[in-house]
């Protein structure tokens, strides 16, 4: 168990949908990432957040968006759905900025 | 070639033999990261080595960096059934100073009992 918490798990929603994933980093932790990992891809990095304020942008959509709340937990919100959105999402958070990361088990979603 | 890309794509072994993977990156960094996945599961960190260092151990785990070639190698050796995985490696991107962190797609290794 990493610490870092993800829900849901699973998530089967339809075109056009908005969804938000939520996450939890391990205790003390500052940072958190966002990845997307499609079926049989590697991760793509989506967006850094570090106590609270956005670090770093990777190839997000503009139909995504995060934030970083003061408790430190994070929200990665999915407007807009297409079925190509469909992929594991995975959150992680680090003590730093470029410190080990520490995955949460993912939020699996489906867009039918 | 994307920064962090791995090589080989897949890898199939017999339990006992050694697996090497490589990765290699294209920007400047200040560390590298392997991480293994089981299928469908989140991500476990296995090593950092820095940019300082050129090779470390932990485990039944070992990892070089060269810094000059901008390349990176995992040796798992006296492989387990347990081991199958894939393994990425991540880069955090200092370049820009906003520290975007960079994988691969990763080697898939299986190990056959």
């Known amino acids: 168990d990493s610490g870092v918490t993800q829900t849901p798990k699973h998530l089967i929603t339809a075109t056009g949908q908005r969804v938000t994933l939520r996450c939890s980093p391990r205790?003390?932790?500052?940072?958190v990432y966002w990845y997307q990992q499609s079926l049989d891809q590697g991760l793509q990095f989506l967006i850094h957040?570090?106590?609270?304020?956005?670090?770093a942008k990777g190839n997000i959509l503009e139909r995504f968006s995060a934030q970083q709340f003061p408790d430190l937990h994070s929200e990665l919100n999915l407007s807009s759905l297409e079925l190509g959105d469909s992929a594991l999402y995975f959150c992680?958070?680090?003590?730093?900025?470029?410190?080990?990361?520490?995955f949460g088990p993912g939020t699996r979603l489906t867009v039918l | 070639s994307q920064q962090g890309e791995e090589d080989p794509q897949a890898l199939s072994i017999q339990e006992g033999e050694n697996a090497t993977m490589n990765c290699s990156y294209k920007t400047s960094i200040n560390n590298l990261q392997w991480y293994r996945q089981n299928s469908g599961r989140g991500l476990v960190h296995l090593i950092l080595?820095?940019?300082?260092?050129r090779e470390k151990h932990s485990g039944r785990l070992r990892v070089t960096l060269d810094t000059s070639k901008k390349s990176s190698s995992l040796l798992i050796t006296a492989s387990r059934a347990a081991d199958t995985a894939s393994y990425f490696c991540a880069t955090p991107d200092v370049t820009s100073g906003t520290y975007k962190y960079i994988f691969g797609t990763g080697t898939r290794l299986k190990v056959l009992a």
């Open positions: 205790s003390g932790d500052l940072s």
């Open positions: 080595i820095r940019s300082n260092e």
């Open positions: 992680a958070s680090s003590p730093n900025r470029v410190d080990t990361q520490y």
């Open positions: 957040y570090y106590n609270g304020e956005e670090r």
